[in-house]
């Protein structure tokens, strides 16, 4: 019986990574429909090649860096247990390979791939698992501090804050670096609007990401005996939430409410294991109108060019999911307890400081010493035919 639960609990992983892998079709296809169509090619390899670099960043030192485990041994000894840490791994470096997929939508149109790439190494590697060991695994005593402190440890489930938080608080670093794609804001004053290119590819690549997200939500469990309803049922409406909220915030824009359902999903990672449904419902509502607002003043008011709004979206909402479970979570809104809403604000905080601060210096010391951003001619002519010398729709550029 005990070799069936283990064998059921890899086929449930692995389900579980297959569904997060599938994800990142969906990181592709929002990025493809938002962009302008000469960095449409550019969107899907980015995402291709990031992901690539991940898995082999978290291989060699991510993993060993977050869980203290490697896989430098016999394949006799790694398929012990019919190779259960293997399919764990493959779970958690769909999780990992997310940050960059995210931080790719916000510096789409004008970042270099082969720096991009290298930066994705770093951020893999080192940055993303050195938060995750302290969240998930309780590396450095953290956890154990904020249990005594608080009376709880700190709460993600499934990545409100380790994953979502950490890749959009990268992602505003660096966006910072590489500054507004060139033309985006005149010295008048005046905004040069870029309307994304492909809706219909725009809301598949939602749709994609929503289906997966009930992978990555209620598969965080990581084995059958502790899978929840609760927490689909909680995706569910918190999804709900942040698509409704978005449609009427954002004045019945496309954009908007496809990027609302996702932002309610953002949100309720952090606590889908401890809230009631009534609770996801308000926080994804709360996290759809955060992003419309959020997106119109760092674009408009702001001037930050943040091309898919991963940090309103990712870096934003993902806060508010880490600090709401700490809220809903509670037993007098209905929660199961068992979280500090004080311990949520600390270990929140904490992601979002080495989130940025690792961004800053990770972009910051590629793009002086190497240059992350591309020469003018070169994205005015488009990331396609400048790196990868084709257009998505190539019988349209011949002359002949």
Not at 1 to 14: C, E, G, H, T, Y
Not at 92 to 102: D, G, Y
Not at 351 to 357: D, H, Q, R, T
Request: charge should be neutral.
């Amino acid at each position: 019986m005990s070799q069936l639960a283990v064998s059921a609990n890899v086929l449930f992983l692995l389900l579980g990574a297959i569904l997060i892998l599938a994800m990142h079709a969906g990181f592709a296809f929002l990025e493809l429909g938002t962009v302008r169509k000469k960095n449409q090619v550019n969107a899907l390899v980015k995402i291709l090649a990031d992901f690539a670099v991940a898995v082999l960043a978290y291989f060699f030192v991510g993993f060993g860096v977050a869980y203290g485990v490697h896989f430098f041994h016999g394949a006799t000894v790694l398929a012990q247990d019919h190779g259960l840490e293997l399919t764990r791994f493959f779970f958690l470096v769909t999780f990992a390979a997310a940050v960059p997929a995210i931080v790719s939508g916000g510096i789409a149109e004008r970042a270099r791939l082969y720096p991009q790439m290298l930066a994705t190494a770093f951020i893999v590697a080192l940055l993303y698992p050195f938060f995750e060991g302290m969240a998930w695994n309780g590396n450095l005593g953290v956890q154990a501090w904020l249990t005594r402190l608080c009376g709880a440890p700190f709460h993600d489930f499934a990545g409100s804050v380790v994953v979502h938080a950490v890749g959009g608080w990268i992602a505003l670093a660096a966006v910072l670096w590489l500054g507004p794609r060139r033309g985006r804001y005149g010295n008048d004053g005046r905004i040069a609007a870029h309307p994304p290119s492909n809706i219909p590819f725009l809301a598949l690549g939602a749709w994609i990401l929503i289906v997966g997200w009930f992978g990555f939500n209620v598969m965080s469990a990581q084995s059958l005996d502790k899978i929840s309803g609760l927490v689909a049922l909680n995706s569910l409406m918190a999804m709900v939430g942040g698509t409704l909220a978005a449609l009427v915030a954002g004045r019945n824009d496309p954009g908007f409410m496809h990027n609302g359902a996702l932002a309610g999903l953002v949100a309720i990672c952090a606590g889908s294991d401890v809230v009631n449904p009534l609770g996801a419902l308000v926080i994804g509502g709360v996290a759809g109108t955060l992003f419309v607002y959020l997106f119109t003043l760092t674009q408009n008011r702001w001037h930050i060019d943040d091309v898919l709004g991963v940090w309103p979206l990712h870096g934003l909402c993902g806060t508010w999911g880490g600090v709401a479970a700490g809220i809903f979570g509670s037993r007098m809104l209905g929660g199961m307890g068992g979280v500090s809403f004080w311990a949520q604000i600390i270990g929140t905080l904490a992601g979002v400081i080495i989130a940025f601060a690792g961004g800053w210096v990770v972009y910051g010391a590629i793009h002086r010493l190497l240059g992350l951003r591309l020469g003018e001619e070169d994205e005015f002519a488009g990331a396609d035919l400048s790196i990868h010398k084709i257009s998505a729709t190539p019988e349209r550029g011949r002359l002949w």
